[in-house]
């Protein structure tokens, strides 16, 4: 098995390391993907917390996802853990290979 691209990357001012099974560019193009988008929301709506700030970024990310997919109109099955993870390997383990900077420092 091929190690992991490892890489520290800034969304909404905090530091985190992402790991995934691709290069280190791509990585830090999904995060200043994911940070622009939470700026511009945090930007209009100034008075939410991060973590809603969060969840409008990627409700607002898959729509956009959807729509390219052609699946606005229809809502795909959800998937399974299981089938996300057999289908989806380099996504999933991007979102369960983070780590806040500074927990990994107090903890």
Do not use: F, W
Not at 9 to 38: P, Q
Not at 74 to 102: F, V
């Amino acid at each position: 098995m091929a190690d992991k691209t490892k890489s520290v990357v800034r969304i909404a001012g905090n530091e985190y390391t992402l790991s995934a099974d691709t290069t280190e560019e791509y990585i830090h193009k999904v995060a200043i993907y994911v940070d622009r988008k939470m700026s511009q929301i945090q930007k209009a709506r100034p008075e939410l917390s991060t973590a809603l700030v969060a969840v409008l970024a990627a409700v607002n990310i898959t729509d956009e996802l959807m729509e390219l997919r052609g699946e606005r109109e229809t809502l795909p099955e959800t998937p399974s853990p299981r089938q996300l993870h057999a289908e989806e390997p380099a996504q999933i383990s991007m979102l369960t290979n983070i780590t806040r900077m500074k927990d990994v420092k107090n903890g």
